[in-house]
């Protein structure tokens, strides 16, 4: 027999010798459709570096590019859980729909507080986390903010909330808006007691949310194309009928109008609140 021997062209594994990539290893980005490894994806802190898309994250994704890796920040109120008082039931009931928020995601409610250093700066940050029923504004993100507020009065320490909310939490019905006022009256002593307040919002920031605490900063600012507003742009254009500007409820054209003060890529988030801090103190 010949040594060398044609066989045709093609992939010759066969079909038992195939193995698939690991879930998770690759993602695509929506927005320009390259598809990003995970490595390199948490390297460029999870936006694309084919256009800058920021993707969302988590809470302590926030946290590990905000704080000082040697020194490990303290998470604050981490006991606090929501109840079911108006006994909401829709496809399931509330507290089962929790249960299984808390299970999915190893998350007690929406939010969660820690306080840490960014470059020797002593900050208490509260960021939201999308993955647990949409961010939802709730009794339990009430309180912890509140508490939050009331840490920062009695250390001195600045205050920041990092936003990603789908709204008010509607299994809570009056008790879930009621958290707006009760949280944005909180602000009004942290100004009286002129310790900063800094408002990040991210990609959604809706509802409930946006309508108080979110832009009550000292300095409210977001990530680049955010969608940050009140009603979502369907509901708006169906309302109003008739077709909204380019661009309508992105970062982008919330600076461009006023409501915003400034964008920051999130490669510079921790190197802006440390100017900012710096500034402020």
């Not at 195939?18 to 390199?40: I, N, S």
């Not at 507290?95 to 995601?105: N, Y």
């Not at 999308?130 to 912890?144: A, L, N, P, T």
């Not at 006022?181 to 959604?204: E, H, N, R, W």
Request: glycine content about 8%.
């Amino acid at each position: 027999m010949s040594w060398f021997q044609r066989v045709k062209e093609g992939i010759l594994t066969r079909t038992e010798d195939k193995t698939e990539a690991p879930d998770g290893m690759w993602t695509k980005c929506p927005e320009c459709k390259k598809v990003c490894h995970q490595r390199e994806l948490v390297e460029n802190v999870y936006t694309c570096n084919g256009c800058d898309y920021h993707f969302r994250i988590s809470a302590d994704d926030y946290f590990g590019i905000l704080f000082s890796q040697d020194e490990h920040a303290k998470e604050l109120f981490t006991n606090l859980t929501s109840a079911d008082p108006l006994e909401f039931e829709d496809t399931k009931p509330y507290p089962d729909r929790l249960k299984q928020s808390q299970a999915k995601t190893s998350l007690r409610d929406a939010i969660r507080v820690a306080e840490g250093q960014i470059d020797g700066e002593r900050i208490v940050v509260a960021a939201m986390d999308f993955k647990f029923i949409g961010g939802s504004m709730g009794s339990v993100m009430g309180e912890m903010l509140s508490r939050a507020i009331d840490h920062c009065l009695s250390t001195g320490l600045p205050f920041m909330v990092i936003s990603k909310s789908g709204g008010a939490r509607m299994m809570e019905g009056a008790l879930s808006l009621m958290q707006m006022a009760k949280v944005s009256a909180k602000l009004g002593l942290l100004s009286q007691a002129k310790i900063p307040y800094l408002s990040l919002l991210t990609d959604p920031t809706t509802g409930g949310v946006t309508a108080s605490f979110a832009m009550l900063g000292d300095l409210n600012f977001a990530e680049p194309g955010a969608l940050i507003g009140f009603a979502g742009p369907r509901v708006i254009k169906e309302t109003i009928g008739k077709d909204l500007p380019k661009g309508f409820q992105r970062s982008e054209f919330l600076v461009e109008h006023g409501f915003l003060d400034f964008i920051v890529h999130r490669k510079d988030l921790r190197e802006r609140i440390h100017l900012l801090l710096k500034m402020l103190s």
